[in-house]
């Protein structure tokens, strides 16, 4: 039997690569974003309310309603939409199946999609899958900022879409108000849609407020917008997101979801709608990260690594160019296996490779691990 791989380039992924390594050496993971401390009890106790209430069997196809509801209200009054719950809100397995989704829907054959790289790593198999071509636009380190004037080069009769994240994986740069008004400016008049990433909306420090892509009304009718409860309540192995569209997008995207997935997990769903009535579930989160970026940047006072600004996520980036000339992907597997410490190389997420020197470390980890992995680096 003959097969023809429709991802002939994929391998397996950078965070299965690193936390397998990780796990084979005992190492502290600091790779693969997810928090090592729990989830709320609370939320817990209230899936479990809801199975044991029987709320056990498929959900309506674009989510349930009260949590439909929930949502838009919290975007609206957050962002000042005036969303509507029953079409433009739909609830998905994690924000990856709302980006499968969203570009499945909107890229044909011969589209050009761009992606501002270092980009997280699902974007670019998926519109090829959808038989679209990446263009990336390359943002270089270390403030890695976008210049409208070059982004507008790449613009052709051909692209489909601009696929942007804010706050950014795996930089944590954030894109401001101006960066959206460019965007807005540059997709004036055309047929570009946006898919904006934004799974990191709670995670941004220092004061500043996250720009998203629903603050820009006229940018909002040609966009998809996606989020991650996994990402927001500290619980990523539930799988759990959803995607915000305006009505004569999500009209697409849900003909395409009925088949992707139909409908998700609905206990949770359940569970979700009650806790997010308290918004101080998701409003405490800015002040709880800042504090363990602080503490992580702290517990490597005295590491070689320098750590490059970190706006927003729950990832730092360091460049190592004091300790190593190694390329990244082999300073990540030498840290884990001699020193410790798993590490993501950001070469990883561009589609030519870089020699930036730079690694991606988690810092979504109960302080004792930040402490222990901040003397194990200091070492270095
Ligand atoms: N987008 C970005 C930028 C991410 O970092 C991640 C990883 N959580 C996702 C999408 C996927 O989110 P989820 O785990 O909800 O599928
Ligand atoms: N979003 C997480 C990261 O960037 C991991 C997601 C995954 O493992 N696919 O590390």
Redesign the pocket.
């Known amino acids: 039997m003959h097969i023809t791989s429709k991802l002939p380039a994929v391998g397996t992924t950078i965070f299965t690569v690193m936390s397998t390594l990780s796990n084979k050496h005992g190492a502290i993971n600091l790779s693969q974003?997810f928090p090592n401390f729990p989830t709320s009890q609370r939320l817990n106790d209230l899936v479990y309310h809801y199975m044991q209430q029987g709320f056990n069997q498929y959900a309506p196809m674009p989510g349930v309603p009260v949590l439909r509801e929930r949502i838009a209200n919290k975007a609206n009054q957050l962002y000042g939409t005036k969303l509507n719950s029953d079409e433009e809100v739909t609830i998905t397995?994690?924000?990856?199946?709302?980006?499968f989704t969203a570009i499945t829907t909107f890229v044909k054959h011969g589209d050009e999609v761009i992606i501002l790289e270092p980009a997280?790593d699902?974007y670019q198999p998926v519109v090829e899958l959808n038989g679209g071509t990446v263009v990336p636009y390359r943002l270089k380190a270390p403030d890695y900022e976008v210049d409208w004037g070059l982004m507008k080069k790449l613009i052709t009769p051909s692209t489909r879409m601009i696929i942007i994240?804010t706050p950014?994986?795996p930089t944590g740069s954030t894109l401001k108000a101006k960066d959206l008004q460019a965007l807005q400016d540059l997709t004036d008049d055309t047929d570009i849609l946006i898919l904006s990433?934004e799974?990191?909306e709670h995670l941004i420090y220092d004061g500043n407020q996250h720009q998203s892509i629903l603050r820009f009304p006229k940018l909002w009718q040609r966009s998809l917008a996606?989020y991650?409860?996994?990402?927001t309540f500290h619980n990523?192995g539930w799988?759990?997101?959803y995607c915000l569209a305006p009505k004569h997008l999500m009209k697409e995207f849900r003909k395409v979801h009925q088949f992707n997935v139909f409908s998700i997990n609905t206990p949770i769903q359940y569970a979700l709608a009650d806790y997010i009535e308290d918004a101080s579930t998701y409003l405490s989160l800015p002040a709880f990260f800042q504090q363990k970026r602080d503490f992580f940047l702290q517990a490597l006072d005295g590491s070689r690594l320098r750590p490059l600004s970190c706006e927003g996520?729950y990832f730092c980036n360091f460049d190592y160019s004091d300790i190593s000339s190694e390329d990244d992907m082999a300073f990540a597997k030498r840290m884990t296996i001699e020193y410790g410490v798993a590490a993501i190389p950001v070469s990883a997420f561009y589609s030519n490779p870089t020699n930036d020197k730079v690694i991606r470390l988690c810092f979504a980890k109960t302080e004792e691990t930040l402490e222990k992995a901040g003397a194990l680096l200091r070492k270095i």
């Open positions: 974003g397995a994690g924000a990856t199946q709302a980006i997280y699902s994240n950014h994986n990433d799974v990191y996606t991650s409860f996994g990402k990523t799988k759990m997101g996520t």
